[in-house]
């Protein structure tokens, strides 16, 4: 367990002293100025440092929320979660700003109406209000109750995975996009009709409404991969087949994607794990290249006939 601690220098006291108390609880600190030398390479230690760190506590600000170094921590952060390295994206609302866009989704603490004063330690703050105090244990509680033991082996394991995919299309890297996902299915039998029906009286091409295969893509892929509603797209992975389904939307939720299951057990994923995603722009196909979490494939049971209930 260990958190990376991403701020603008503008807000250090508050930083040195939220370390100080995260320190005094056993918990591991990644702060810049106590991990920085002379001569470093700052994209190469920052790039190390979050790929070893289970949680980012990002310190919002004026200042922070417009800092180039802030947004690269923030963007690695967001792509480590999605790959399973980074467990938790933690912001606190340190002084009145606007919340990045990334962030709005997720509950933050906020101490931008506390008061402080100068500290006896000219480098730190002290909080004269009490919600510094009930800040702090909710802190410790979310960054305890959500660490999970990653060892050095799979963490190097999930890394070369992920630049392995990269050096393998990067020949053709200006029509395809790679991000790096979760693979869910629907909630409810009934959220999937929901979808099928949605697509269903745009084009009722299909006989039956329960053949349609819905899937929903991440928002971000809105502005590169544009489709029409009822889509029929091709989706791949390492089987030496593939199979298809019909656009139905975008997730709110940026770290996921919705796949019938019917897709999903005919090309061996499994919802609820994480995989690089390749999509072609050009040919519009998505392919499920590596299985991130390498755990051992399920088998479907059963035929057709009992896929058309399946969420």
């Known amino acids: 367990m260990k958190v990376f601690i991403s701020h603008s220098s503008v807000d250090k006291k508050f930083v040195r002293t939220l370390k100080d108390c995260l320190v005094e609880n056993s918990i591991e600190i990644w702060l810049d100025e ?52 980074m467990q938790k994206i933690i912001p606190v609302k340190y002084r009145e700003c606007e919340i990045p866009e990334e962030l709005k989704d997720l509950l933050y603490a906020d101490l931008s109406e506390e008061v402080v004063l100068p500290a006896s330690d000219p480098n730190r703050i002290k909080f004269i209000s009490d919600g510094f105090e009930s800040f702090f244990l909710k802190l410790v509680k979310a960054i305890r109750s959500s660490s999970k033991a990653i060892n050095s082996n799979e963490k190097a394991e999930i890394i070369k995975t992920i630049k392995s995919s990269e050096e393998i299309t990067e020949s053709h890297s200006h029509s395809i996009h790679r991000g790096n996902y979760e693979l869910v ?50 989706i791949e992975s390492d089987m030496p087949y593939s199979s298809y389904g019909h656009f139905a939307g975008y997730r709110t939720d940026d770290l996921k994607i919705t796949i019938d299951k019917r897709i999903r057990d005919e090309l061996y994923i ?36 009992n896929y058309a209930l399946a969420a």
């Open 185 to 234: 299915g629907f909630n409810t039998v009934e959220s999937k009709l929901k979808y099928q029906n949605l697509i269903y009286k745009k084009d009722n091409s299909e006989e039956n409404v329960e053949n349609l295969r819905p899937f929903l893509l991440p928002e971000s892929l809105k502005r590169v991969f544009k489709l029409e509603l009822g889509e029929k797209i091709r």
């Open 34 to 85: 106590d991990q920085l030398d002379l001569g470093d390479s700052l994209v190469t230690k920052l790039e190390n440092a979050l790929n070893t760190s289970s949680h980012l506590v990002i310190i919002l600000s004026p200042t922070s929320v417009k800092s180039d170094w802030v947004k690269f921590e923030l963007n690695k952060a967001i792509s480590n979660q999605r790959t399973g390295l």
């Open 270 to 305: 499994n919802s609820k794990e994480y995989y690089q995603v390749e999509v072609d722009l050009e040919k519009k196909i998505i392919r499920f290249v590596n299985n991130l979490n390498r755990k051992p494939r399920r088998t479907p049971i059963g035929g057709e006939n």
